[in-house]
């Protein structure tokens, strides 16, 4: 089946510095979202990135989608505290599955 | 009205229980999926409905039962439970036509299984 692995697992940053977490499916992939986990709370979409070699950005947030839609990236740039939370990609495959498969997540802790 | 609506948000069951969890939308999605999360873990699907009709069941236990009444209404009906159980039980609701769309999540409900 799907599998989405991420990396970092957890990283650890001072205020101010960027941080990047990378997405990696098994699969080739129709779509895939962002998502983010506040410590305690749900996950809330934050993007959804559908072709290939997309490149969103949401004010210090940009987000990639790779040229093979296998894989993607998501860069904060000068990160402050409310970053801090879980930030999972999630996959929808391309068999008309209706359905995301989540990937590990990576968990950031911003130091002020 | 954008939100998911989760009840209990919290509930701690014995193993011969019977329980209920509910989830209500009114943003019109007509898909509505449940979510597993255990700590340190991402969210894994259990099951997912569309037009109120069971689409993808991932292979769980049958002491876990959903129902969908209606458009706006998912319930997960929890019967014989065993203490690994215990996790986040997340709700999520999306538009059902063309593409994926992200998914609306509920603020969920924290079991206890004991």
């Known amino acids: 089946g799907q599998q989405v692995m991420q990396i970092p697992q957890y990283q650890h940053v001072q205020e101010g510095e960027d941080f990047t977490t990378y997405c990696n499916s098994s699969t080739t992939l129709s779509n895939i979202q962002w998502y983010k986990q506040r410590p305690g709370g749900h996950p809330v979409f934050l993007i959804q990135l559908v072709k290939s070699g997309e490149v969103k950005k949401q004010k210090r947030l940009t987000f990639q989608f790779g040229e093979a839609k296998k894989n993607s990236s998501l860069h904060i740039t000068a990160t402050q505290t409310t970053d801090v939370g879980t930030y999972f990609c999630?996959?929808?495959?391309?068999?008309?599955?209706?359905?995301?498969?989540f990937g590990s997540g990576t968990r950031l802790q911003v130091q002020p | 009205d954008t939100e998911v609506t989760q009840t209990p948000k919290h509930l701690v069951m014995g193993m011969t229980n019977k329980k209920s969890l509910k989830c209500e939308q009114h943003m019109g999605h007509r898909a509505m999926y449940w979510y597993k999360q255990k700590a340190k873990k991402p969210p894994e699907l259990m099951f997912v409905y569309s037009y109120e009709k069971l689409s993808i069941n991932e292979s769980v236990p049958s002491r876990f039962s959903p129902e969908c009444p209606n458009s706006s209404l998912l319930n997960l009906h929890l019967h014989a439970l065993q203490p690994e159980d215990s996790a986040l039980y997340l709700c999520?609701?999306?538009?059902?036509?063309?593409?994926?769309?992200?998914?609306?999540f509920g603020s969920g409900t924290r079991l206890t299984v004991v």
């Open positions: 999630a996959g929808q495959g391309d068999t008309g599955r209706r359905a995301l498969t």
């Open positions: 999520a609701s999306s538009l059902d036509r063309g593409p994926m769309r992200g998914y609306t």
